[in-house]
């Protein structure tokens, strides 16, 4: 079959230079992938430019700070404003959790990211109450252009308009049947043929992918994975394609089922299963974080004081060590911090049930992935470079758990009973969060299930091509 | 004769086994799909009523307490379903469902659906308006193109045309059973919807967007059926006229809306959602802090109330100044916010009207914009909703303010509390969708642009029948 190959894509050569629709399709193929690459380059930008923001907000608020704590005052119009106290610090450290981008992050712009890029920490901080960094137009942002969008969605197209006759023409026109009188068997030449035009649509996406990551700067590890994940696309639709070629009579009945095929698989199945995944959440008001959270909020000020330092030493319990702890009673400040340290304690918990209800819903993804190879490639990308749901919710814990410290930090301050000072300012200031790094993450299930897509379609071919021979030869 | 081919041409769809078979699967999928959506869309509905009554239950079980107290423990605006969102959800799994009501802030809507289903979310929701303008266009196309190219190579065409029928007879007939099996679609979408709808105490659903959703679409089909007869006359083999129109559907249904909606977001660039709220911020500080007795403006207007009064301190007065100073901050805040989510909408209309205007090119995306519109799933309602809900706010924190100044309490007096009945007598929030008049005056450019389509594919058709009858084109 080697042999085969160069007169295979001399052939396919002459055959694209002829056929005006498979040139046509294939620069509208990079039109579009350019555009998503512009796109994707844009959003990126836009996230470094809010993530900047950020930062400028925060050392402006710190160098704020610094003027109150050198002159021992605060704001001319807030004289109350005492900077020795944990709760001012607190306010003025204006501490920001920052989400890293991943370089590639541009290549999954149209996902669906519910959380911020920068998320501002103190302790009545709320990281499910935001939204995602941008404002969108939700008309428009039902359909972005974005790489995975092209290679999940148009490059099958693709690869069935360079594709679409291979098989099919020559069992039509009885082509075949000279093939086998001539050579002695078909099935080579053909699968030859299919594999070129794999072939080139996989150094389309390759070209689009390795694009994306020159454009954006990304390491050579993750720039591999992305054209990897491009050229196994590629592969699995080529298989596809052969199914197909393996199976039709006719270049109609070959449109027609690969058709068929592409709406079932990109369309109609990522459909079905968004409709699973979305109808179970579309009964939920957030009641727990409205109208339950809201309710608490107020019956916490009614809490005994027992019962709120027994919450707050079950959760915090090296206070308990802290000469407040000896105290008979707290102070009025002192029991409004401990009252916060408490509701922090229940919207951790409403933020850990949301994080589960999360990845209630990525295992429909997950399992979408194997119903459709369009849904697999989408889970794999955006795990990839960390945008999308997954990435949004594992922000979010990172969030929590910065809210967490940041309370804890200011109930040990309020309990050691000490006056703060510029040196705790500046060390609070010094540990603030690191910035979140989404680190790339096993898309096992969505690899493993393009790769079951991938072995049955070129299976699938292989034999029907074998089949389609022997009844020629009989 | 026309009627004749009609007959003939539904018999040839019927007669044939596997059409026979995709078509009863796709009035089973779009009877499924309806009934299944109008059933998910009334379980939302009564899951909408559930939290605005218990919202409402605790507010007015607060009990007796301060005006101010109760503007900050404020109320919140659940966003119901669109008035036909059973027939198309439209952007509604992208918009927020809750907003906070409360004093001194405008809230963002939160708890979108599609923030909480996974990376699918990406993906729409199989509706039956994803059926109509996605995947019935594409059985048009598949049974539409091959339909008179099969006449064509077995003779049969020009065998009607040498008999003397006419080629406008011959082209209206394809044209008219291609239009008739859509419509028989779209009614068993509404069939199925109504009987869904009537036989669920909570399901519901609107006359008269109905009748406008069965108008629209029927126009829509209309253009599609003639643009798929047109192609598969102009073309010179049914092979063509199916590649070309399939590329066409590709190109309205996947590749135009998406790269006219990333060309508006890109010329008409929207601000973070940081830079918008830090603007806020920025804005507001330079404007009274109804919080803060030392804020210069407050202390001005306090004069002039001393003034107004005849008295020289806020403990002389017969009212209560902080809620004086509440309202001016809130004045203050409500003019800001007018002024940036202005300018923010003014851009939203901007990326809008680039998006029209692929829809006049694109009757795909034409269609979608007035179908969403007639259902109340689109922009302009979530707009109208974001506006009835800020107006809701300023009423209720308002009327809180007013109490808090002249329920009879004494400026700085926080032990002061109004009755529960006060409480129970100020009105829950009612979001009442804009009415379909109205709704669609903005989508007069869409609407036209499918009157001009159909009209052209119409031309189309006659001049391709005439030319049939000519024998200008091969038969």
Redesign the interface.
């Known amino acids: 079959m080697l042999r085969l190959i160069p007169i295979a894509l001399q052939f396919e050569r002459v055959r694209l230079v002829r056929n005006r ?1 498979g040139m046509l ?1 294939l620069l ?1 193929y990079f039109a ?1 992938g350019s ?1 998503s690459l ?2 994707g380059d ?1 959003y990126a930008s ?1 996230w470094r ?2 993530i900047d ?2 930062q400028t ?1 925060e050392q402006a608020t710190i160098e704020e700070a610094r003027e109150y704590i050198a002159t021992g005052k605060g704001p001319a ?3 109350w404003v005492d900077m020795s106290e944990p709760m001012w610090q607190d306010h003025y450290a204006g501490t920001r959790v920052l989400r890293d981008p991943s370089p590639l992050v541009g290549i999954a712009a ?3 990211d ?1 959380a ?1 890029v ?1 998320f501002r920490v103190h302790r009545r901080a709320d990281p ?18 974005d790489l995975t ?1 092209v290679l999940a ?2 490059s099958p ?1 693709l690869i069935g308009v360079l594709g679409l006759g291979i098989g099919s023409r020559e069992r039509e026109e009885r082509i075949d049947r000279i093939i086998v009188v001539q050579s002695g068997e078909v099935r080579p030449w053909l699968m030859t043929r299919l594999l070129v035009v794999t072939g080139v649509t996989a150094a389309c996406n390759a070209i689009l992918c390795g694009a994306a990551g020159v454009i954006s700067g990304a390491s050579l590890h993750a720039a591999g994975t992305l054209i990897g994940f491009g050229v196994s696309y590629a592969a699995l639709w080529g298989g596809l394609l052969a199914a197909v070629s393996a199976v039709a009579q006719s ?2 009945a070959q ?2 089922t690969y ?1 068929v095929v592409w ?1 079932t698989v990109c ?2 199945m ?18 727990s ?3 339950d959270a ?2 608490l909020s ?1 019956e916490a000020y009614e809490l005994s004081i027992e019962d709120i330092t027994t919450g707050v030493y079950a959760r915090y319990p090296e206070l308990a060590e802290l000469p407040a702890a000896s105290d008979e009673a707290l102070d009025s400040g002192m029991r409004r911090l401990a009252t916060s340290a408490v509701l922090v304690a229940a919207m951790a918990k409403r933020v850990e049930a ?1 994080q589960a ?2 990845r209630d ?2 295992r ?2 997950d399992r ?1 992935a194997w119903t459709s190879p369009a ?1 697999a490639l ?2 794999a990308l ?1 795990r990839l470079v960390g945008v ?3 990435a ?1 919710s594992a922000f979010q814990a990172h969030s929590m758990d910065a809210v967490d410290q940041r309370v804890r930090w200011i109930l040990q301050s309020a309990w050691n009973k000490q006056p703060l000072d510029s040196s705790d300012f500046e060390a609070l200031v010094s540990s603030a969060p690191p910035p979140f790094r989404w680190e790339p993450r096993s898309a096992r299930v969505s690899q493993v299930a393009m790769g079951f897509w991938l072995v049955t379609a070129w299976l699938f071919a292989v034999v029907g091509l074998r089949r389609e021979e022997r009844r020629i030869e009989a | 004769m026309m009627t004749l081919i009609v007959r003939l041409q539904l018999a040839n769809w019927w007669r044939d086994r596997r059409l026979a078979a995709v078509l009863l699967l796709s009035i089973g999928a779009l009877a499924a799909v309806s009934v299944w959506s109008a059933h ?1 869309d009334a ?2 509905r ?3 009523a559930e ?1 605005a009554a ?2 409402r239950e ?1 507010w007015e079980g607060r009990g007796p307490s301060h005006p101010h107290s109760m503007a900050h ?2 109320d ?1 605006a ?1 966003r119901p379903s669109g008035p036909l969102a059973q027939l198309d959800r439209g ?1 509604q ?6 907003l ?1 009501i409360e004093g001194h802030k405008q809230g ?1 809507p ?17 509706d039956a308006a ?1 059926f109509l303008h ?2 019935v266009p ?1 059985l048009l196309i ?1 049974l539409g193109a ?1 339909g008179l190219a099969a006449d064509r190579q077995s003779g049969r065409l020009r065998l009607s045309l040498v008999q003397g029928i006419g080629g406008r007879d011959v082209v209206g007939g394809h044209f008219l059973s291609l239009w008739m099996l859509g419509l028989s679609l779209l009614l068993v979408i509404v069939l199925a919807s109504w009987g869904a709808a009537s036989m669920g105490s909570s399901a519901h659903i609107d006359g008269g967007r109905l009748l406008a959703f069965v108008v629209v679409h029927g126009l829509f089909l209309a253009v599609v059926s003639a643009a798929v007869t047109a192609a598969s006359v102009w073309a010179r083999s ?2 063509s006229a ?2 070309a129109l ?2 066409l559907w ?1 190109a309205g249904t ?2 135009l ?3 006219t ?2 060309a ?3 010329l008409y ?8 709220q ?1 603007a806020i911020k920025e804005a507001r500080e330079a404007g009274p ?1 109804g919080h ?1 007795p ?3 403006f407050i202390a001005k207007r306090r004069q002039e109330v001393l003034e107004e009064h005849g008295v020289d301190s806020v403990a002389e007065l017969p009212i209560n100044f902080d809620g004086i100073a509440m309202q001016l901050d809130e004045e203050f805040a409500n003019q800001i916010w007018d002024e940036h989510h202005g300018k ?1 909408e003014a851009r ?1 209309a901007q ?2 009207k680039l ?1 029209s205007w692929g829809a006049v090119i694109n009757p795909f995306q034409s269609v979608d ?1 007035v179908s ?1 519109t007639i259902a109340g799933t ?2 302009l309602h ?1 707009l109208s909703f974001l506006h009835q809900a800020e107006s809701y706010r300023r009423v209720l924190i308002g009327q809180l303010n007013h109490e808090h100044a002249y329920g009879g309490s004494k400026t700085g007096d926080r032990t002061f509390k109004a009755t529960p009945e006060f409480y129970a007598s100020l009105e829950p929030f009612q979001y009442a969708a804009p009415g379909l008049a109205t709704a669609l005056r903005h989508r007069l450019g869409e609407i036209l642009a499918l009157v001009v389509w159909l009209l052209l594919m119409m031309m189309a058709l006659l001049r391709g029948g005439a030319r049939l009858e000519r024998g200008d084109l091969s038969c």
């Open positions: 629709v399709a509208a579009i555009l512009f796109l844009r836009e430019a809010a923001g950020a907000a119009d807030r004289p149209g996902a669906v519910p911020p920068a499910s109450a935001g939204g995602g960094y941008r404002i969108e137009n939700p008309e428009l942002v039902m359909g972005a252009v969008f969605i148009l197209l270049v109609r449109s027609l058709g709406m369309i109609v990522p459909t079905v299963a968004a409709e699973v995944s979305l109808g179970r959440v579309q009964t939920d008001f957030g009641v974080e409205t109208l809201r309710g107020y949301r209800e999360a819903a990525q429909i993804t979408a849904v989408t889970v955006e999308g749901p997954e949004a | 998910t379980s939302q009564e899951a909408h939290a218990e919202a605790q423990f404020g919140f659940f952007v799994a992208r918009l927020g469902k809750v906070r963002t939160l708890f979108a659906d599609a923030t909480r289903a996974g990376t699918v979310a990406r993906f729409p929701r199989p994803f996605i995947v594409l598949f091959m049914g092979r199916l590649l399939l590329a590709v996947a590749v809306p998406r790269v909606g990333s508006a977001t890109a660039p929207l601000p973070s959602r940081d830079a918008f830090a802090d803060n030392k804020d210069s923010l939203m990326q809008s998006g914009h969403m689109d922009l979530d």
